[in-house]
């Protein structure tokens, strides 16, 4: 069973929203401090676009900070990352995932977000 399934990508215009979410499996979601979005362009490095803690301290990738917001809902295992005035440059495959593990839990497939015109 996939630890995390993440959905709500597609192809938007520049300027445009997107909201994604994230199931993650119970095991994972109840016991970790931190959970996280992480995105991952062609070509580039998987980076870490923000991350939530059990009580909802967010913080952000200064280039997605105050577009982006990350949220959780614990009764719906749920993360969701609700992403506003998207740019080109935000184009990449999203994965959820929590740093708080070690080793990092198998990915999951991903949701393509592709910002054009």
């Known amino acids: 069973q996939a630890q995390f399934a993440e959905s709500g990508g597609g192809l938007v215009q520049p300027g445009g929203s997107l909201k994604l979410s994230c199931i993650v499996s119970r095991s994972i979601f109840t016991r970790v401090y931190t959970m996280g979005w992480y995105r991952q362009a062609p070509g580039k490095q998987r980076e870490l676009v923000a991350t939530?803690?059990?009580?909802?301290?967010?913080v952000y990738k200064p280039s997605v900070e105050g577009r982006f917001t990350i949220s959780r809902d614990g009764a719906k295992n749920t993360v969701y990352l609700q992403m506003d005035n998207l740019k080109p440059e935000d184009t990449a495959v999203y994965y959820c995932?929590?740093?708080?593990?070690?080793?990092?839990?198998?990915w999951g497939q991903g949701t393509q977000v592709t910002v054009s015109s």
């Open positions: 939530i803690t059990t009580n909802r301290v967010a």
């Open positions: 995932n929590t740093p708080s593990l070690t080793p990092t839990p198998d």
